[in-house]
């Protein structure tokens, strides 16, 4: 949730909101609230969403939102698709995809590129049922190998599974773009060697395509668990694992990207957009989404959940968090402030950079300006706008304090660490100092012990994928990876 941005209301988001089309939703499609979520004056007022917004509704509407709370599935009318399909584009409810009584598996094909990696790939095709498999070795060094875990299936699956060699490799990106050229599915599966599915993960992720809007959809993507304290903390802090809550990815999501460890789309969708891009080495996965964001909607359905095995070492956990980090700009060249270390308000930033620069009580009179100016906006929507503005103005400043301060010891580590070296000690102590006391806080769990190691891994995990922001931004020379996106705080009602 970008709640360091402003609070936005219908009149802010015409084409997302007023000009929404009743795009009817799959029959028995229900709804679920998201946690923001919160309604005032008899339920007309809706309190939520990704940017923060306010939307009002007639008392009807009010009474149907309730009933779709209470369980009901939504209508098959215009009036209940318009209303749902706007309250899902506001982030404020997600849909759950309706059930299917014989759970029939969806026309689709498997991509999975390998390198390397015999013991992970019959891991990923172990848990996978009767469906086409296309394995892409990416120039592994025993190719045969490869070819006998693909060929040890049952003889249904053998039939339906077939191995394209690459002599050199080209980094998966490359490798699933092979495969998706001999794809003639409806649909594709994108999954990484060595990630655990089940029997029914394709088919449960199948069921959003009921829905013509839905282009991709990804499950939850947790790390194996293991004993060591290496893997402990990826069970708690893996990239790849995006969390426990529902979302529709977008720029101003919680879920602003899916990791194609698995991903189900539409062939189609992804041809239209180029597939996979080749000249990136990281980040292909972001980039194919954000691309087909342009072309539809795509979803975060964490109730499904695969595993992917964690970082062996702590050498090659370094080198994954660089690779990440290093695919900052390219994809800042192809998609600009859309990779932002922080999204927030410009207000909200200047007062936390008052706080740390020692300038406290500045930054709280700034902070209490913002809140007057809040209160004023709100005098159009709600009749007692007071505790409302306190109460939206602190939780923005309170999530962009921690957005700035975790960007300064990640993406800005080196311009922190340079400001110390150079004399401005206090800001730049204040920020490590917070950033440690919140992973205490806020990021770790289990023992002491475990506490102490997740701080220092999170430290190295910080810096090395700071490192890769600052080396591609270098070496692309886009300061889009390294700079803030901003927005006014509070904005003027359209």
């Known amino acids: 949730m970008n709640t360091g941005g402003p609070p936005t209301t219908d009149r802010d988001q015409p084409d997302r909101l007023d000009q929404a089309r009743a795009r009817p939703l799959p029959p028995g499609t229900r709804l679920r609230a998201d946690p923001s979520l919160r309604r005032r004056d008899a339920g007309r007022l809706l309190i939520g969403g990704s940017p923060l917004r306010f939307v009002r509704i007639t008392g009807a509407g009010a009474a149907i939102v309730t009933s779709w709370l209470a369980g009901e599935p939504v209508a098959d009318s215009a009036g209940s698709s318009k209303l749902a399909r706007r309250l899902i584009d506001a982030g404020m409810l997600h849909p759950e995809p309706p059930p299917v009584s014989a759970d029939p598996l969806p026309e689709l094909t498997v991509v999975i590129p390998v390198k390397d990696d015999p013991t992970g790939l019959a891991t990923t095709l172990d848990g996978l049922p009767d469906v086409e498999v296309i394995v892409v070795d990416d120039g592994s060094q025993d190719p045969v190998r490869v070819e006998a875990v693909v060929r040890s299936g ?61 282009v991709a959809v990804g499950p939850r993507v947790a790390s194996v668990p293991g004993t060591d304290r290496l893997s402990r903390y990826e069970q708690r802090r893996s990239p790849l694992d995006l969390g426990p809550s529902p979302a529709a990815v977008g720029g101003e999501s919680p879920v602003t990207y899916l990791p194609t460890a698995c991903l189900l789309a ?106 007057v100016a809040l209160r004023r906006k709100l005098e159009s929507v709600l009749p007692d706008p007071g505790v409302e503005a306190v109460l939206l103005a602190g939780k923005g400043h309170w999530y962009a304090g921690r957005n700035v301060v ?40 289990g023992r002491p012990g475990d506490r102490l190691a997740d701080v220092a891994l999170g430290v190295v995990d910080d810096a090395a994928y700071g490192t890769g922001v600052w080396l591609s931004s270098i070496r692309t020379g886009s300061l889009d990876p390294l700079l803030p996106k901003l927005s006014e705080w509070p904005e003027k009602d359209g």
């Open 266 to 371: 539409r062939t189609e969708a992804v041809n239209e957009v180029g597939g996979f891009d080749p000249a990136l080495r990281w980040g292909e996965d972001v980039d194919l989404v954000w691309r087909l964001l342009d072309h539809g909607h795509v979803r975060y359905d964490p109730t499904i959940v695969v595993h992917h095995p964690p970082r062996p070492s702590l050498q090659a956990f370094v080198r994954q968090r660089i690779g990440y980090g290093s695919a900052a700009g390219p994809l800042a060249k192809k998609h600009g402030s859309r990779l932002a270390p922080v999204r927030m308000s410009g207000w909200s930033l200047a007062c936390w950079a008052l706080v740390l620069s020692g300038r406290g009580r500045l930054g709280l009179a700034l902070a209490a300006g913002t809140t």
């Open 406 to 445: 975790g960007a300064a010891t990640r993406a800005w580590w080196p311009a922190t660490m340079i400001s110390y070296l150079l004399g401005a000690r206090r800001p730049a102590r204040r920020a490590v100092a917070l950033s440690l006391l919140g992973r205490l806080v806020f990021d770790t769990d």
């Open 154 to 214: 049952g003889s249904g699956a053998r039939c339906k599974r077939r191995v394209v060699r690459r002599d050199a490799a080209g980094g998966p990106g490359l490798a699933r773009q092979c495969g998706l050229t001999l794809v003639s599915t409806a649909l594709v599966a994108f999954i990484d060697a060595g990630v655990e599915t089940t029997s029914t993960t394709l088919v449960d992720l199948g069921r959003w395509f009921a829905d013509p809007e839905i």
